[in-house]
């Protein structure tokens, strides 16, 4: 192909591009790879846009619209744009481990801590016996203390993580 050894990559995307809306699933990996290597990120997410709305599948729908939300995020500095993204995957999926992180690192990076506690919360709720709830109700208490000044809050959800690693130590505790 243009773009391996003869290392005309934008030859190769108008080759690709040329086989209009029904390419291959390997023109359109390539297509992908292209975007991202030649610096036409908005394009690369056009493109996994248009695919997330192509397929039945709701796993690839989900893969494609958060490849999408990271490329907006740390490509095209579309934060808004990403979380949005998110959200809809999030509405699909309240389990979707990648739509969770990447709200979060969103959420944290622009310093919208009300949001990022409501995000733990819902983290919590999803999976409320998950192995690391004590880490996230001190990151949540720690949130509210530091960067919200809610005493009250913080010591409450700092009481719900000490009482968590009670409960799962509490057989060693007593030796």
Known sequence: MEAGPLGRPARAL???EALGDQP???AIYDRIALYDKTGRHADLVELLLAQSEATSDDKEREGRRVQAALFLEQRLGEADRALELYREVLEVNPASYAAIHGTGRILH??????DLVRL??????????????????????RILEVQLGNAGAAIGAYAKALKRVMRKHAGSLRR
Request: hydrophobic share 35%; charged share 25%; no cysteine.
């Open 120 to 141: 733990h919360h819902h983290e919590l709720t999803i999976a409320p016996e998950r192995p690391d709830t004590a880490v996230l109700l001190s990151r949540v208490g």
């Open 14 to 16: 108008e080759i690709l």
């Open 109 to 114: 990076g622009l310093g919208r801590w009300g």
């Open 24 to 26: 291959t699933r390997q």
